[in-house]
């Protein structure tokens, strides 16, 4: 069974009340149980926290055993050596997604200093964005395995 770890940064917990014009009105946790329905063949980690050194934690825990990660690392996307430095230490790779259109907001939110650790990132597409990683992650070990 592949192993997809989903890891959601500072104010993530408040989906569904947070702003709801630029987050949507989901709970993540209702989104979860949707995803888990879709993916019945992935087991799906969740993780959220509003403390950066436990995003770091957890990402030195699952780095090394899952088969990707989709990171939202929310507000320390733009502040966080850190984090960039917790996902080039791992081996898994990262995908990083964020709900809303980072660049269409204020400038402060268009520089990443996390993407240049990810595989590649999703941002804009509401909550999508996870289950088009999701389905990134699980097809490329589809494909990589019927092609060895
Ligand atoms: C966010 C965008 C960030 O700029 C912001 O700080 C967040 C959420 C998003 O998912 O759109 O908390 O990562």
Do not use: W
Request: one cysteine or more; glycine letters at 8%; hydrophobic letters at 40%.
């Amino acid at each position: 069974m592949q192993k997809i770890t989903i890891i959601n940064g500072p104010n993530l917990n408040l989906l569904g009340v947070r702003e709801p014009s630029v987050y949507g009105d989901m709970k993540f946790d209702d989104f979860l149980a949707q995803l888990r329905k879709e993916f019945q063949d992935v087991e799906i980690t969740y993780f959220q926290s509003n403390i950066e050194g436990e995003l770091i934690d957890k990402l030195h825990e699952m780095g090394f055993e899952s088969d990707g990660i989709i990171l939202n690392a929310a507000g320390y996307t733009h502040t966080s050596v850190s984090i960039l430095d917790a996902i080039q230490a791992i081996s898994s790779d990262v995908i990083e997604v964020h709900i809303s259109n980072v660049h269409a907001r204020e400038e402060f939110r268009h520089k990443s200093l996390i993407s240049a650790g990810c595989k590649g990132s999703v941002c804009g597409l509401g909550l999508d964005g996870y289950r088009l990683a999701l389905l990134h992650l699980t097809q490329r070990h589809l494909r990589s395995s019927l092609f060895s």
